[in-house]
């Protein structure tokens, strides 16, 4: 997985825990506490599991609350840095999670060996959406927090439920 969502995971756990839970965590992991990650660089997605679990440990907190508090910050606090153009076009919930299937396709695009999860759409009425989540990773739970950080993003209070490992119902308010 790229090195930028260890990078965010790295930046939440220093301004939320401290640097030295973040030395830990990475020694939890198995890894030098001094390891350093770029946003394009490759980490083994092994490794990238073994540093949430880590987190976890760490922090005292469930995969649910890593899930939670990575979503909340990727999209409200890392993403708008480092990719604030994807932002600029879409000006509500609706029209951010529309574009995420080509956003990820397009970020990844130039990268050698990434594998970007994708999306599909589809409505049930015309404002619920079920996104269907398709990648090996398995990392659902992390969708679901990335959903809720996007109603938070646009101050949009959506209703987010898992309907099954790769399904998530969203309820828009409009
Ligand atoms: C502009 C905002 C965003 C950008 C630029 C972005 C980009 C990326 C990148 C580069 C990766 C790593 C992919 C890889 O290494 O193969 C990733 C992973 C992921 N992204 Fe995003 N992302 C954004 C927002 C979101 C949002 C809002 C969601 C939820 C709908 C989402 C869902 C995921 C998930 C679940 C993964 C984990 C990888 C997997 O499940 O296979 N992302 N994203």
């Given at each position: ?5 260890v ?12 640097n ?32 949430i ?55 990844t ?24 989540y ?9 969708l ?31």
């Amino acid at each position: 997985m790229k090195g930028a969502i260890v990078q965010c995971i790295g930046d939440l756990v220093k301004s939320n825990f401290g640097n030295d839970k973040w030395e830990k965590t990475l020694e939890t992991a198995g890894m030098s506490k001094t390891s350093f990650f770029t946003p394009i660089q490759n980490v083994d997605d092994e490794k990238v599991m073994k540093i949430i679990e880590s987190v976890c440990k760490v922090a005292n907190i469930s995969h649910a609350q890593a899930s939670d508090a990575f979503g909340d910050y990727w999209v409200n606090v890392y993403a708008p840095k480092l990719y604030g153009s994807y932002f600029k076009g879409a000006n509500t919930s609706k029209e951010l999670l529309l574009k995420m299937d080509d956003i990820h396709d397009k970020v990844t695009k130039n990268i050698p060996n990434a594998l970007p999860p994708r999306f599909e759409y589809e409505w049930k009425n015309d404002k619920t959406l079920i996104l269907k989540y398709k990648s090996k990773r398995g990392l659902i739970d992390i969708l679901l927090g990335l959903v809720k950080g996007v109603g938070k993003y646009y101050k949009e209070d959506l209703k987010v439920t898992k309907i099954s490992n790769d399904k998530l119902q969203v309820i828009f308010p409009h």
